[in-house]
């Protein structure tokens, strides 16, 4: 036995250790070494020495035999009594993981899920556990002008709701369960690897330990039905893609009693062939003629909600812009709504006739202006 460690510095522990620190120490290195967990090769025979050391300084009598003659104490007729080594280790994963200060999706989950979190230690499984449905979701497309209107309609969908003959429990009515056939009613099937012993929730009865003793006919013993539902749904004015809309209990139904799921709606809008949305704000290009822009002019542009006329000052060129009080998308949280962008185009004409031809050049003869005055020239 000279090639083995010894199993405080195996722990990390002093000598002196008290229990809770010995065990401490296993929890933690039991957690990072636990070959499911751990990928490195070498994790499954430093597992089996952290628990090798733990069996033996967790229980005060082999501890104080394993302190007086070293591992001598545990070979075929060593030290007094010849008390050798255990053969195997029931490992209650409850004592690895309790008590550890665990939040939800550290590694106290992950042991939970590997093995299962009914842990009972000979005890009967408690009552099912109650638990919320799932949750539903539904994508609607929704076009500029139902965003600036908002939307009501009647969503069909399919999901499923508590049998109301069993009232979930999934018997026959007027029955009663019986102990699981699996796990003999604790709950928890047992399993061993190496010379550990772990237990796992049973994959029949999910930990429960009880079945039913007949099913329910109208559900075939799962506790929900499928149903057809018409929801009316009512999507406010000024959301945007992946804004969501929550439904309470409108989704699938709970496990054992549990209330349902809820239903959200996702919106998803499409793009607009005429505005741009950016914000609650739209954009819109609109052309004008070269003498509308440089005399002025009232002009209609269409709006999300019918036409209406705005002026272009005199002098204007292109890229300037317009707004439109008001004529955006509404806030979604709170009054009123955004702008409407007018983007101004002015349009040079072309196929110019004989006559349109000698009036622009007399046009520009009388043009005093240098539009390229500020651009100069190397020496």
């Excluded at 751990?38 to 069996?55: H, I, L, Q």
């Excluded at 009693?257 to 959200?264: I, K, S």
Aim: glycine letters at 14%; hydrophobic letters at 30%.
């Amino acid at each position: 036995m000279a090639d083995k460690k010894d199993y405080y510095e195996v722990l990390g522990v002093e000598k002196a250790a008290s229990q809770k620190q010995v065990k401490d120490a296993y929890r933690r290195l039991a957690r990072k070494l636990h070959p499911d967990v751990n990928p490195d090769p070498d994790s499954a025979d430093k597992f089996k020495e952290v628990g090798e050391a733990y069996a033996v300084l967790s229980n005060d009598e082999k501890r104080a035999q394993y302190d007086r003659f070293g591992h001598a104490a545990f070979q075929a007729g060593g030290g007094p009594g010849g008390a050798g080594f255990p053969g195997g280790m029931t490992i209650d994963l409850e004592d690895l993981l309790g008590g550890g200060g665990f939040k939800q999706g550290g590694m106290g989950d992950i042991f939970e899920d590997l093995f299962g979190a009914a842990m009972g230690g000979g005890q009967r499984a408690g009552r099912p556990q109650v638990r919320k449905g799932a949750d539903l979701q539904f994508v609607v497309e929704l076009t500029l002008e139902d965003v600036a209107n908002g939307l009501k309609k009647n969503l069909r969908y399919k999901r499923h709701v508590t049998c109301q003959t069993c009232k979930g429990s999934g018997g026959a009515p007027n029955t009663q369960p019986m102990d699981c056939t699996v796990c003999h009613g604790r709950g928890w099937t047992g399993q061993s690897r190496g010379f550990m012993q772990f237990r796992q929730t049973c994959p029949r009865c999910y930990g429960s330990g009880q079945v039913n003793s007949v099913d329910c006919s109208d559900c075939h013993g799962q506790g929900f039905v499928e149903k057809d539902e018409t929801l009316s749904i009512d999507i406010p004015a000024g959301v945007d893609t992946n804004s969501r809309v929550r439904y309470e209990g409108k989704g699938e139904a709970g496990m054992n009693g549990g209330p349902a799921g809820d239903l959200y709606i996702i919106a998803k809008v499409v793009e607009h062939d005429f505005f741009v949305r950016k914000g609650d704000n739209l954009f819109c290009e609109i052309p004008v003629t070269i003498f509308e822009a440089s005399l002025g002019a009232k002009i209609k542009v269409p709006t999300l909600k019918g036409e209406t006329t705005v002026t272009v000052p005199a002098g204007s060129s292109t890229g300037e812009q317009l707004s439109i009080k008001g004529k955006g998308i509404p806030h979604l949280r709170g009054w009123g709504a955004g702008d409407q962008v007018i983007i101004l185009k002015v349009i040079t004409p072309h196929s110019l006739s004989r006559e349109q031809k000698k009036l622009f050049r007399q046009l520009m003869d009388l043009d005093k202006s240098e539009v390229r005055r500020h651009l100069k020239t190397g020496s």
